[in-house]
């Protein structure tokens, strides 16, 4: 089938964020022109697309990554910073909708994927501030015995690396008096995710891999005996093809837009606070995020500025006031933040399926994809582009696992999924200001 779209990235410049100002130096890379024949075409230079080719380029395959903006341009570049383990859907969702097999397998990958960053970063001397531990924060206490569940849950299948905080011990973490207590994951942990990307791009054309910047994908022929990717003036004809651009793939694959909705959600960095009041804020430097169904998620940069997330719009549209979206919530859990100074806000797309489960899967026999992390997907895409990675090496096992899983559409399809997502979230909004 063949298919046209267009460019999504407008100029291709990265957007004006506290991680674009503070990126390592890195190379601009060509645009794809004329005809190229590879082994494998990754569209996609995101986390996702950049793990599955550097796991691939790694065994030797030949591979190109076509990206329509610049390395991590999108959610990759934008994000958080925090490695969270797990899906968006809690194991014990897994296990009712889908049988004890398959949240016993997922139990015994959900923490792969923080281990894929640490080993990259490691192996390729990635310089992206890492630091460990994350925290889960609860404002209720309902909030408690939800992360409490929690940890029970994960020890009940071996995971045994969280640790509930009492409401004081919480306090010599988190320097504010909103919560309840919480729960520290000690195998999460945070860094600058755009020089974590960077690092791994680097890291894939240093094992032979070419990657072609500022090259939207117009259309892709996937029924074609070798997928063909077409761009403005380019087209690269491959044995296999993996669709990597999530959020940000468009209508480029029909079949495959309608399976997730963008979600904007936005950040904002502080001025440098210095170290005796970034301290005071966290003092074990960990990143933190609480449980409502619309939540708030901060951490330190390493130059000590706090950066504040939280915040949605269903469809993925950029709010018109970025900084008054967040304010209210950053002066609620630290209101000795009032008036601090806003140096950088942003706002950024990432893919949310309906089940809140990850999707992988495969178009006819040589195009591969995945997408749908739903919020998780700094440890998702780094997990699922190595399950990818296998896949295309002919083992298909955990591929399978995932595959397999049924996938439902959005209530009201394309037209009517913002308003239904819209009226879900003020109800689960509701149950977190009311402690149900």
Same mark, same amino acid.
């Given at each position: 089938?063949?298919? #046209?779209? !267009?460019?999504?990235? &407008?100029?291709?410049?990265?957007?004006?964020?506290?991680?674009?100002?503070?990126?390592?130096?890195?190379?601009?890379?060509?645009?794809?022109?004329?005809?190229?024949?590879?082994?494998?075409?990754?569209?996609?230079?995101?986390?996702?697309?950049?793990?599955? /080719?550097?796991?691939?380029?790694?065994?030797?395959?030949?591979?190109?990554?076509?990206?329509?903006?610049?390395?991590?341009?999108?959610?990759?570049?934008? $994000?958080?910073?925090?490695?969270?383990?797990?899906?968006?859907?809690?194991?014990?969702?897994?296990?009712?909708?889908?049988?004890?097999?398959?949240?016993?397998?997922?139990? %015994?990958?959900?923490?792969?994927?923080?281990?894929?960053?640490?080993?990259?970063?490691?192996? +390729?001397?990635?310089?992206?501030? *890492?630091? =460990?531990?994350?925290?889960?924060?609860? @404002?209720?206490?309902?909030?408690?015995?939800?992360?409490?569940?929690?940890?029970?849950?994960?020890?009940?299948?071996?995971? #045994? $690396?969280?640790?509930? *905080?009492?409401?004081?011990?919480?306090?010599?973490?988190? &320097?504010?008096?909103?919560?309840?207590?919480?729960?520290?994951?000690?195998?999460?942990?945070?860094?600058?995710?755009?020089?974590?990307?960077?690092?791994?791009?680097?890291?894939? =054309?240093?094992?032979?891999?070419?990657?072609?910047?500022?090259?939207?994908? #117009?259309?892709?022929?996937?029924?074609?005996?070798?997928? =063909?990717?077409? #761009?403005?003036? %380019?087209?690269?004809?491959?044995?296999?093809?993996?669709?990597? /651009?999530?959020?940000?793939?468009?209508?480029?694959?029909?079949? @495959?837009?309608?399976?997730?909705?963008?979600?904007?959600?936005?950040?904002?960095?502080?001025?440098?606070?210095?170290?005796?009041?970034?301290?005071?804020?966290?003092?074990?430097?960990?990143?933190?995020?609480?449980?409502? +169904?619309?939540?708030?998620?901060?951490?330190?940069?390493?130059?000590?500025?706090?950066?504040?997330?939280? %915040?949605?719009?269903?469809?993925?549209?950029?709010?018109?006031?970025?900084?008054?979206? *967040?304010?209210?919530?950053?002066?609620?859990?630290?209101? !000795?933040?009032? &008036?601090?100074?806003?140096?950088?806000?942003?706002?950024?797309?990432?893919?949310?399926?309906?089940?809140?489960?990850?999707?992988? /899967?495969? @178009?006819?026999?040589?195009?591969?994809?995945?997408? &749908?992390?739903?919020?998780?997907?700094?440890?998702?895409?780094?997990?699922?582009?190595?399950?990818?990675?296998?896949?295309?090496?002919?083992? @298909?096992?955990?591929?399978?696992?995932?595959?397999?899983?049924?996938?439902?559409?959005?209530?009201?399809?394309?037209?009517?999924?913002?308003?239904?997502?819209?009226?879900?979230?003020?109800?689960?909004?509701?149950?977190?200001?009311?402690?149900?």
């Amino acid at each position: 089938m063949k298919t #046209t779209a !267009q460019s999504y990235a &407008g100029n291709g410049v990265h957007t004006d964020s506290y991680y674009a100002a503070s990126a390592n130096p890195t190379p601009k890379r060509p645009a794809l022109e004329g005809i190229q024949d590879v082994d494998i075409c990754i569209v996609g230079a995101g986390y996702s697309g950049l793990s599955a /080719g550097l796991h691939l380029a790694e065994k030797g395959h030949k591979v190109a990554i076509v990206e329509g903006a610049r390395v991590g341009w999108g959610a990759s570049g934008r $994000n958080g910073g925090q490695i969270v383990n797990g899906l968006n859907a809690s194991l014990q969702t897994i296990e009712r909708r889908y049988g004890r097999d398959t949240s016993v397998f997922v139990a %015994g990958v959900v923490q792969e994927g923080g281990e894929i960053i640490r080993e990259r970063i490691k192996k +390729y001397d990635i310089k992206c501030d *890492l630091k =460990e531990k994350n925290i889960f924060t609860g @404002l209720t206490d309902a909030h408690m015995r939800e992360l409490e569940g929690r940890r029970k849950l994960w020890a009940g299948y071996g995971i #045994t $690396n969280q640790e509930m *905080l009492s409401k004081s011990e919480l306090r010599d973490h988190v &320097g504010s008096d909103i919560y309840s207590g919480g729960l520290i994951d000690h195998s999460g942990g945070h860094m600058h995710p755009l020089n974590l990307a960077q690092g791994e791009a680097e890291a894939f =054309e240093e094992n032979g891999g070419v990657i072609y910047e500022m090259s939207p994908v #117009t259309h892709v022929d996937t029924e074609a005996a070798k997928p =063909e990717i077409y #761009t403005a003036k %380019g087209k690269i004809i491959a044995r296999t093809l993996i669709l990597c /651009g999530n959020a940000y793939l468009g209508s480029v694959v029909p079949t @495959l837009a309608w399976r997730v909705m963008p979600v904007s959600t936005q950040v904002m960095a502080t001025k440098p606070l210095g170290d005796e009041l970034a301290k005071s804020l966290i003092p074990g430097d960990a990143c933190v995020e609480d449980i409502r +169904y619309i939540l708030d998620y901060y951490r330190l940069s390493s130059d000590k500025r706090l950066l504040f997330g939280g %915040g949605t719009v269903y469809g993925g549209t950029d709010p018109a006031n970025i900084k008054a979206k *967040l304010q209210k919530s950053l002066y609620k859990v630290f209101p !000795q933040l009032k &008036g601090v100074q806003i140096d950088y806000a942003w706002s950024g797309n990432f893919a949310l399926s309906f089940t809140r489960v990850p999707q992988l /899967g495969r @178009l006819g026999n040589n195009t591969y994809y995945a997408h &749908g992390y739903s919020g998780h997907g700094i440890t998702g895409s780094h997990l699922f582009g190595r399950i990818l990675s296998e896949a295309v090496d002919n083992d @298909l096992s955990r591929f399978d696992a995932f595959a397999n899983l049924p996938w439902y559409p959005f209530p009201g399809g394309r037209t009517f999924r913002v308003p239904y997502s819209i009226l879900g979230s003020w109800w689960y909004a509701l149950r977190d200001k009311t402690g149900v």
